[in-house]
C-alpha cells in the first residue's frame, strides 16, 4: 500500500498507509489529519487544498486550483487519488476551522460582564439563580472499638444531621475513596454534594484543608464552533472561557452532511469521537489549565446546541432527525453521565442538555430563549440565532413560535475563501467610498493589527457596501472596474480588501464573487424563514417590536448594513439588540440555576415548532431573498 | 533481563522477563501465572512446586523437596531466584486452587431442589419471594409528522401509562440504543424494567420477537472458592451454576495475607483482577454459554462474602480491616454497579451485597442466617459456616450473636496434601478396619470413578477412624506401625488411603501428620469459637437446640466423626443438618424477593458481633482444642 506523508508548517509530520486508488482526503480522515472539507469532499467548495511535495497525485482538473497553481503542487484532497508513495503539505491558512484558537481569554472584563448582565436580568424575572451544588463541611468523630459503624454509614449519618436529608447516596468513585480520605483527613472533610428533593447526593469527598471548588462547565456546541465557560458552581464567580472549532468540521460544514456521514459504518463513533476526544476535551484540559482547576472538579455539564449536535456528542444515532418524519430521540434527558461519553471532567458528572424543540431547532435556541427574555414580555419579539443553523424564535410573553434554516457556515466566516471568526484580526467593519472606490476597514485587536480574514459583520459591511457603490449589481456580480476589482482567468470578480503587504498572511484579502454568492444565499435563507414564519400567523414584518440578534456574527455588525442588503426585516435600527453567544450565556443560566434549567424546560415546551421545509412557498421565497436586498424592493423602503 | 519460560501441562507457554535475583514466585504473579501459593510465598506449604526444564534455578532448602527431587528439577517457586534465562514446568495435579473445575452443573434435580426447597422455606416465614425487576411489553404508536414526539419520551409515555409509574427513566445505554430499536422492532419491544418507589427505571429495551430473560445472578465468593448462579429473576427459573477457585489464592490463603498482598504498591487493583476479571468473569462466560444467555443479559448481581472479600471485589481498600480499631468501608451498599468494578453483565447491573456485620463476619454470614431460618424459630440454634473464615451465628427469634474465626482452608482441601474439593474423585468418606487397620472409602462421582484426592468430610472420617483405631493418639501422630503407614526421612508419618494403582492420578493418595496437624488447628479454631462464644453469654453446649452446618465441607459429612475428634460440640446427632452453601443459598433468596433482601439488612443490624481477637481467653481454649478430641475430656462425653 501507498504510503502518505502529511507535514504540517509547524514541522509535524503524520504518516499513513492508503489502498491504492483512495482518496487524498479519505486517507487524511482515517490518519485524524484535519483538512478542512465544509462540502463534505465532493470538490464543491475548494477548501481542502494540499501541496504535493513529493511523488505523483492524480486530481480531477477544478475551478479552484489554477493551471499555476496545479503546476507549483497545489491539490485539492478530494478529488486526488492516492496512487503511490508521496508527501504532501498541510496549509496553516488564516481558517475559521483549522485549529484550536481562543476567541476570547477573561482577561477582558467586558467578557465577564455580559454574564454577569444576564444573570441579573434573568433574576429580574423572578428566577432565582441557584444551583443544587453545595460544598459541606463534615466533621465526623474518628471510629473507635467502641463506635466500629462503617465509612459510608459514617459519613451518611454526619450529612443527615448536618442537611436535614432523609435519604444520602454516594457514588461509586466516592465509597472507592472513603476509607483513605477518612483517614488521611482525620475524619474531617469536605463534601461535593447535590440536594436532591429530600435526599442529598454525595460526588465526592476532598481534604478539608485544600480550597476546594465546585466547578461547572457550561458549552455551547455550534456547527462550526464550540465555546466553553468555566464557573464555579457554589459563587457563580466564571473561571475561564475558551473555543475551539468543532473538530466534526473534516466530515461536512453542515448537519446534513455530518448526520450522512454518521450513518456510514462506524460514522457515529467517528462523528462522536471528533466533538468529544477532539475539541471538547482539550478545550476542558486549556480551560482547566487556564483556571488550575484539575478536570475532576467539574461535576456538571450544560449543553447548549442545535439537536444534531446533541445527538452526535452523545453518540445517539441522527439518522432519524433527516428521514420523515424526522423523529429526534430526545429533546431532554437526564440519563447521560460525563463517563457515559467519555467527557474527561468528574466522571459521575452530569450531562445536561438544554432541550430541543424539533429535529432543526435545538437547544441552542432554548437556551438562548431564556437569554433573550422575550417570553418574559407582552411586546412581540424576534429572536434571531445566526450560525450554521440559522434558527428563529417569534413571540412574547403568551406564545411563541419558532423554526431553523440552514444557513451554511458563511455568518461565521465559513464558506468563505478569506473568512474567520470574530476574533483577532477579523475585519470587523468596512466603509468604501463611492468615489474611489477604496475601503477603509477596522480590524478586531489591539492597535496596529494588521488584518488576517473577515468575519461575518465584515462581509455584511463589505457586501453592503459594495451594493451601495453600484460595484456590485442586486445579483452579487461586479458591475464597475477599479483597481482593487480583479477578474480571474473564468472572468469570476473579486474585490481586495487589503493587500498582501497590509495584511498579517502572505495573501491579498478579498471577497469573490462566490463569497458573496455564498453570503447572499445564507442571508436569504434566514431572511425568508423570517417571512415565512411571521406570514404563517398572519403577522408582517411592521409588527416586530424588538430583534435580538445572537450568534458568532461579530458584535461589530451594523443593522443598517445588514438590512440593505435584505438579510434582516426593515425595521428601525433601535429595535436591534446583538446578545452575541445567547446559546452559551442560556447554558451558563441553566448550570446556575435549578429554576432557570425548569424554565428552560417550560419555554421549550411552550414552543410551536415549524417545519419550513413542509412549507412549499419556502423554497419560492428563499429565491426570491437569494438577492440584494430582495426582489420584492418594497419590503425594504428605507434601502430604495 | 532474564527471560523465564513457563510451560503448561496442555502446552501451552507463557514467556515473560524478570529482575535478575527476583522470586519466581513474584515472577509468575506478574506475568498472571497461576502457581497454588496458600501460604503467600513464605516457604511453608510447599504447594508452589515447579519443575525446572532448562537453565539454573537456584533454591533454598526445603523439607518439601527431596535430594531425588530437586535433582529431577524440582523447586518451589517461592524461595527460588531467577539468574538467568530458565524454563520451567508448571504441574497441572489434582489441586483444590489449580484451575477453574466445576463443582456440580445442574444435570442433577437434586442441585435445583436445594434452592426451591429454600425459596419454600423462607416463603414459609412470610416473606414475598418477588423481585423487583420485571418484563415490560410495550406497544407504542409509531411517530408521524402528526404526531412527532421523541423518542424517549415516547417509550416513557407508554411505560407510564402501562405501569402507573410517576416518573419513567432510563440509562444511557438504553437511550443510546433507543432510536434504532424502536425502529426495528416498529415501536413493538419489551422493557427489562425495575420498579423502584413510584417510579419505573428501564435497564434495557430489547425486540418483542424472541424470548427475552432477565438473568440474575447470585455468587458466594468464598476466600478459597467461588460458586455462580444464574436465574431467570422473572420466573424464579434456575438456569446455571458453575464454580472455580478463587484466583486470589497465589496471593495468600487467607484473608489477613491478601489483605497485606492489596495493600503493597498496586496490590488493590491486583486483587482485585484476580477475582474479578480472573475468576467471575470467566464464570460469567461459563455459566451464560451454559444456559444459552447472553452475559448483557444479567441485571442484577447479589454477592455473599466475608468482607474482606467484599472490600478486594469492590476495590476498596481493605486495608483498616485489620487495623484496629478494625472498620470497613461498608457493611451495605447500594453504591456499586456491574460496570464500576468490571464484572461483564449488564453495565448498570446494581451490585447487591449481602450486608457485613463487622470486619470478620460478613455477607456470607448474613446470607446464611436467613436460609438457617433459625431467626424464625423460639429454639436455640447455632449456625456454622465452615470457610476458610470459620463464622458462627448464635441465637433465636429474640437475638442473635455472631463471631468469626480464621480456619484456613483445610475444610475445602486446602493445606491437605492430597486435598481436593468435594467433587468428583474426593474421597467424601472413610471407614479404617481396627484389625487390619484397611480402608474402605467411598468416592464422590460415577460408580468405579477412582480417587484423585480427599475432600473435608473424607479428611474428617479418616482422622477420626485412625484415632479410634489407635492409630493416631489425641495429638495426632502416629503410635502403631502397619503397612500402609509410613515414616519418611525426617520421620513424618502418613497413612495411604489409596495407592498410586488404585487412584486416578499418579501418586499414592495419603494423609500425613502435617495433614492432620492442620486440620486439627482448623476444627480448633471453630470448637474455641464456639466455646468463647456460649460463655460469653452464660449458655453451655447442651442448651444448644439445633446446629446448622454450612460449607464446602461436602455433604458426606458424617456429624459422628465430626464430635468424635471434637470439632463439633457433642450433642445428640439429630441436631445437626448439613445445608451446604448457604451463603450462595442466601444470596439467591436476596436476587429473588426484595423482602428476603430487606430481611437480611435487619438480620444483619440485629447481630451483635464478638470480636473473638479481643478475649483474652480464647488463645487458651484454642490450644485446649488443639487435641483430639480436647484436652478436657468431660466435653466429649459420647467419646470418652
Known amino acids: 500500500m501507498p504510503e502518505v506523508v502529511f507535514r504540517f508548517e509547524d514541522g509535524r509530520t503524520i504518516q499513513t498507509s492508503a489502498a491504492k486508488g483512495s482518496s487524498l482526503l479519505e486517507t487524511a480522515r482515517n490518519a485524524n489529519v484535519v483538512i478542512d472539507a465544509p462540502c463534505s469532499g465532493n470538490g464543491a467548495c475548494g ?3 494540499v501541496k504535493l511535495a513529493a511523488g505523483a497525485l492524480p486530481s480531477k482538473k477544478t475551478l479552484h486550483i489554477t493551471e499555476e497553481e496545479f503546476e507549483q503542487g497545489w491539490r485539492l484532497a478530494c478529488i486526488s487519488s492516492v496512487e503511490e508513495n508521496i508527501e504532501v503539505e498541510v496549509p496553516d491558512v488564516a481558517s475559521a476551522f483549522k485549529k484550536r484558537m481562543k476567541i476570547a481569554n477573561l482577561d477582558s472584563k467586558e467578557e465577564t460582564a455580559i454574564f454577569e448582565e444576564a444573570k441579573r436580568e434573568i433574576e429580574g424575572t423572578g428566577i432565582h439563580m441557584k444551583n443544587a451544588m453545595e460544598l459541606l463541611s463534615v466533621d465526623m468523630k474518628a471510629p473507635s472499638l467502641d463506635d466500629t459503624m462503617p465509612d459510608n454509614e459514617r459519613l451518611e449519618r454526619a450529612v443527615k444531621q448536618m442537611t436535614g436529608a432523609s435519604d444520602v447516596r454516594m457514588s461509586y468513585a466516592v465509597l472507592k475513596k472513603l476509607p483513605v480520605v477518612l ?13 436532591v428533593g429530600e435526599d442529598v447526593f454525595i460526588y465526592d469527598i476532598l481534604p478539608k484543608a485544600g480550597e476546594n471548588i465546585i466547578g461547572g462547565l457550561a458549552v455551547d456546541i455550534g456547527t462550526t464552533s464550540v465555546v466553553a465557560l468555566l464557573i464555579d458552581l457554589a459563587t457563580g464567580k466564571i473561571l475561564s472561557k475558551a473555543s475551539a472549532g468543532n473538530g466534526q468540521i473534516r466530515y461536512g460544514a453542515d448537519v446534513i452532511n455530518r448526520i450522512i456521514e454518521s450513518a456510514k459504518e462506524g460514522g457515529l463513533k467517528r462523528l462522536q469521537d471528533a466533538i468529544v476526544m477532539e475539541t471538547i476535551n482539550p478545550l476542558i484540559l486549556e480551560i482547566c489549565r487556564d483556571a488550575n482547576l484539575a478536570p475532576e472538579c467539574i461535576y456538571r455539564i450544560c449543553v447548549a446546541a442545535n439537536t444534531t449536535m446533541n445527538h452526535l456528542f452523545a453518540g445517539i444515532c441522527a439518522d432519524y432527525l433527516r428521514q420523515e418524519p424526522y423523529i429526534p430521540a430526545f429533546f431532554k434527558t437526564h440519563s447521560i453521565l460525563a463517563s457515559d461519553i467519555g467527557i474527561r471532567i468528574h466522571p459521575d458528572a452530569p450531562v445536561v442538555f438544554a432541550p430541543n424543540v424539533g429535529s432543526y431547532v435545538g437547544g441552542d435556541i432554548t437556551a438562548g430563549t431564556l437569554v433573550s427574555l422575550l417570553w418574559n414580555r407582552p411586546e412581540f419579539s424576534l429572536f434571531m440565532d445566526l450560525g450554521t443553523n440559522g434558527e428563529l424564535v417569534f413571540g412574547n410573553s403568551d406564545f411563541m413560535m419558532c423554526c431553523a434554516c440552514s444557513a451554511g457556515p458563511a455568518f461565521e466566516g465559513g464558506d468563505i475563501s478569506c473568512g474567520m471568526r470574530a476574533t483577532d484580526g477579523a475585519i470587523e467593519a468596512c466603509e468604501i467610498s463611492a468615489e474611489d472606490m477604496e475601503p477603509h476597514v477596522r480590524v478586531i485587536g489591539d492597535a496596529g493589527q494588521k488584518p488576517v480574514g473577515i468575519c461575518g459583520s465584515g462581509i455584511i459591511d463589505t457586501i453592503s457596501e459594495l451594493f451601495r457603490t453600484g460595484m456590485i449589481n442586486p445579483k452579487g456580480k461586479f458591475v464597475r472596474e477599479g483597481k482593487r476589482i480583479r477578474h480571474d482567468e473564468h472572468g469570476m470578480g473579486s474585490y481586495v480588501l ?22 447572499i444565499r445564507a442571508k436569504g435563507a434566514i431572511f425568508s424563514a423570517v417571512r415565512i414564519m411571521l406570514n404563517s400567523i398572519d403577522f408582517d414584518i411592521t409588527m416586530i417590536d424588538k430583534v435580538y440578534v445572537a450568534g458568532g456574527i461579530g458584535s461589530g455588525i451594523n443593522m443598517k448594513n445588514a438590512i440593505r442588503i435584505g438579510m434582516f426585516p426593515d425595521i428601525e435600527i433601535e429595535k436591534f439588540h446583538y446578545i452575541g453567544n445567547s446559546s452559551l450565556t442560556g447554558a451558563y443560566a441553566m448550570l446556575m440555576s435549578t429554576e432557570a434549567e425548569r424554565k428552560i424546560y417550560d419555554l421549550a415546551g411552550n414552543m410551536t415548532y415549524l417545519e419550513l421545509s413542509a412549507i412549499p412557498a419556502y423554497m419560492d421565497e428563499f429565491v426570491a431573498c437569494c438577492f440584494l436586498p430582495h426582489t420584492d424592493a418594497e419590503l425594504f423602503p428605507s434601502v430604495v
Open 183 to 195: 483517614r488521611e483527613c482525620e475524619f474531617r472533610v469536605q463534601c461535593v454534594a447535590e440536594r
Open 498 to 519: 487589503a493587500y498582501q503587504e497590509e495584511a498579517a498572511g502572505n495573501k491579498d484579502i478579498e471577497i469573490t464573487e462566490v463569497d458573496i454568492d455564498n453570503f
Open 47 to 49: 477548501k481542502c487544498r
